[in-house]
């Protein structure tokens, strides 16, 4: 059972004040019974006067104020911030206390007003980037037909001239760089308008095999050697045309930061909540002030990257619950992480049978 403070407080002194007038009724006996009488009397008043005394003023420098801080706390907790204590004014250890309340409840108000700025900056930038990128979703759209007509008018001049004609080659760059457009209006309509996963139950060491195959397709003109380690089959609710999209990106720049020759190594493992894909190169590695940015729309370190890849590749992680974490050295290589959760409902890695 808890005991009020105050019990507390003045108990200690009332039984020493009882003890002293035992004590005093044992010197006492002695005495004439009218004057012991009187001398007990006088006693008992004084040791009550005493404790009505201490009961008062603690009630008043002490009770009070704790009762007040705590009705301020009750406030504070249920959301009120524009609130303090009366005592912060007294110069005393209580004092102190309520001027801390009081400077703990400011701080608390300026943080929350602070958070309340930056959630309307935030809610605006993103009304903003939604704008932006439907009219960029709209423009790439509308810029890809009449850029697919451009192609085809392309080709078919390009036929009716000579291949000795000097100009052959300049119609071969217009041909490319209509191909770089195409492939950054593309690009463009899959980042603002991504399409809903299609998950499915299947092993994922599919999947990613699939996509090193391709990837191996992409490379045969330069020596890499490709190292595949799968592991146990493991049943993973994925899209595999979104995650195979996402591996052959990550597998792509791993062959376009190799300079010469090279590996790509891509693992499969379990860590019992996650299907871990690695793929790691032995290419020119990441700037380290780029290693922040890489996820960042737009952003590319290559001639001719649209700086979309990577982020999209990461939106299709999150779409999947997964996250891709990038780890790099300059000159010594790079490591991609993809990280895919296993069906949330069960335990641990499933197994396909």
Same mark, same amino acid.
């Given at each position: 059972?808890?005991?009020?403070?105050?019990?507390?407080?003045?108990?200690?002194?009332?039984?020493?004040?009882?003890?002293?007038?035992?004590?005093?009724?044992?010197?006492?006996?002695?005495?004439?019974?009218?004057?012991?009488?009187?001398?007990?009397?006088?006693?008992?008043?004084?040791?009550?006067?005493?404790?009505?005394?201490?009961?008062?003023?603690?009630?008043?420098?002490?009770?009070?104020? +704790?009762?007040?801080?705590?009705? =301020?706390?009750? %406030?504070?907790? &249920?959301?009120?911030?524009? *609130?303090? $204590?009366?005592? !912060?004014?007294?110069?005393?250890?209580?004092?102190?206390?309520?001027?801390?309340?009081?400077?703990?409840?400011?701080?608390?108000?300026?943080?929350?007003?602070?958070?309340?700025?930056?959630?309307?900056?935030?809610?605006?930038?993103?009304?903003?980037?939604?704008?932006?990128?439907?009219?960029?979703?709209?423009?790439?759209?509308?810029?890809?037909?009449?850029?697919?007509?451009?192609?085809?008018?392309?080709?078919?001049?390009?036929?009716?001239?000579?291949?000795?004609?000097?100009?052959?080659?300049?119609?071969?760059?217009?041909?490319?760089?209509?191909?770089?457009?195409?492939?950054?209006?593309?690009?463009? +309509?899959?980042?603002?308008?991504? =399409?809903?996963? %299609?998950?499915? &139950?299947?092993?994922?060491? *599919?999947? $990613?095999?699939? !996509?090193?195959?391709?990837?191996?397709?992409?490379?045969?003109?330069?020596?890499?050697?490709?190292?595949?380690?799968?592991?146990?089959?493991?049943?993973?609710?994925?899209?595999?045309?979104?995650?195979?999209?996402?591996?052959?990106?990550?597998?792509?720049?791993?062959?376009?930061?190799?300079?010469?020759?090279?590996?790509?190594?891509?693992?499969?493992?379990?860590?019992?909540?996650?299907?871990?894909?690695?793929?790691?190169?032995?290419?020119?590695?990441?700037?380290?002030?780029?290693?922040?940015?890489?996820?960042?729309?737009?952003?590319?370190?290559?001639?001719?990257?649209?700086?979309?890849?990577?982020? +999209?590749?990461?939106?299709?992680?999150?779409?999947?619950?997964?996250?891709?974490?990038?780890?790099?050295?300059?000159?010594?290589?790079?490591?991609?992480?993809?990280?895919?959760?296993?069906?949330?409902?069960?335990?641990?890695?499933?197994?396909?049978?």
């Amino acid at each position: 059972m808890r005991v009020r403070w105050l019990l507390k407080a003045v108990l200690p002194l009332a039984i020493v004040l009882t003890a002293g007038v035992g004590s005093f009724i044992w010197a006492t006996i002695a005495l004439d019974p009218s004057a012991r009488r009187s001398i007990l009397f006088v006693a008992g008043g004084g040791a009550a006067i005493i404790c009505s005394v201490t009961l008062v003023v603690l009630l008043a420098l002490v009770q009070r104020p +704790l009762v007040e801080l705590q009705e =301020r706390i009750a %406030q504070v907790g &249920a959301g009120n911030l524009d *609130v303090e $204590v009366k005592f !912060a004014n007294r110069d005393d250890e209580i004092g102190q206390l309520g001027r801390d309340f009081n400077s703990m409840v400011y701080q608390l108000r300026e943080r929350r007003e602070q958070a309340r700025r930056m959630h309307q900056a935030e809610l605006s930038r993103a009304e903003h980037l939604a704008t932006l990128g439907e009219l960029a979703a709209g423009l790439a759209h509308e810029l890809r037909n009449p850029l697919a007509g451009i192609a085809g008018v392309i080709d078919v001049l390009g036929q009716d001239i000579p291949e000795n004609d000097p100009s052959k080659e300049i119609w071969s760059d217009v041909r490319n760089e209509i191909q770089s457009i195409q492939r950054i209006l593309n690009d463009l +309509l899959e980042y603002t308008r991504p =399409r809903t996963p %299609q998950k499915l &139950a299947s092993d994922i060491n *599919v999947t $990613v095999e699939q !996509a090193v195959h391709r990837a191996e397709q992409q490379a045969l003109s330069k020596p890499i050697q490709f190292t595949l380690i799968k592991s146990a089959p493991l049943a993973v609710e994925h899209d595999p045309a979104l995650i195979g999209q996402v591996l052959l990106n990550l597998l792509l720049n791993a062959i376009q930061s190799i300079e010469s020759s090279g590996s790509v190594e891509v693992s499969v493992e379990s860590d019992g909540r996650n299907a871990r894909i690695s793929v790691v190169d032995t290419g020119r590695g990441i700037d380290p002030t780029h290693l922040t940015q890489v996820f960042r729309p737009f952003f590319t370190t290559k001639r001719n990257g649209t700086g979309l890849g990577l982020s +999209l590749a990461q939106r299709i992680a999150e779409g999947h619950g997964g996250l891709i974490e990038v780890a790099s050295e300059p000159e010594r290589g790079t490591r991609f992480t993809l990280r895919l959760p296993f069906n949330a409902t069960a335990p641990g890695a499933p197994e396909i049978k």
